[in-house]
Every structure is written in C-alpha cells, then in structure tokens.
C-alpha cells in the first residue's frame, strides 16, 4: 500500500500563487508515475500534470506555463507550484500514484484550493 498526503491548499486571489506538495509512504519502490489530478466543482475529474521517475513531465493544455511540477526523491515529494491562479483553477487537488508493473493506482485525499475574482 501507498498513502499520500497532500497540503498547501488555501484560499488565495486571482494572480496569486500556491505550491501544493504530496508525500508519499508506504510501498512506494513500484511507484513510475506521480500526478496531480483536480476536480472542479460541477466537473469532470482531469489530469493537470505528471510526472515520471524518470523525470518526464506532461501538462494539460490549459495549465501549461502556469503550474509547474516537480519531484523530489529524496523526500519522496511531488510538488505543483500553481502560478497566475484564476478562478477557474478553483478545485479539489488529489496527488496520484501509478505503479504500472503492479497495476495499481493510490490517491490522496485531496487538498481545495479557492481561487477568489
């Protein structure tokens, strides 16, 4: 098993920023994958941004040159600092993990993140 925690959610205005992190423990020697997945309120679950062990990284559109993901494998972290926020970025954040060998996906419980006009 693998358990994530994400913090850095908050409240902040349109323009601002916020940098979420995800730690991960447990059984995480088969994870290849790491993500951040968001779910705005009304909406369809989306990927935002991933990223691989090898260092990999995909955006979706719209996010791209705003939220920026990162990794840290010594402390097991993922980050996603999120710039240039707007109302729209308004969602519920979930850090993801994949381990394509065993066939398994963790997530976490999620983190909000309020975007104010």
């Known amino acids: 098993q693998v358990q994530l925690v994400e913090s850095g959610g908050g409240l902040v205005q349109a323009g601002g920023s916020l940098r979420l992190s995800c730690v991960a423990s447990g059984s995480i020697f088969g994870i290849d994958v790491m993500a951040w997945h968001r779910q705005a309120p009304g909406k369809q679950r989306e990927l935002v941004a991933s990223?691989?062990?090898?260092?990999?990284?995909n955006y979706v559109d719209s996010v791209k040159g705003q939220f920026t993901i990162s990794r840290d494998n010594a402390k097991n972290t993922v980050y996603l600092q999120m710039n240039s926020l707007k109302p729209e970025d308004t969602a519920v954040y979930y850090c993801?993990?994949?381990?394509?060998?065993?066939?398994?996906?963790?997530w976490g419980k999620g983190t909000l993140v309020t975007v104010s006009s």
């Open positions: 993801v993990a994949d381990s394509h060998g065993y066939g398994m996906r963790y």
């Open positions: 990223i691989t062990s090898g260092g990999g990284i």
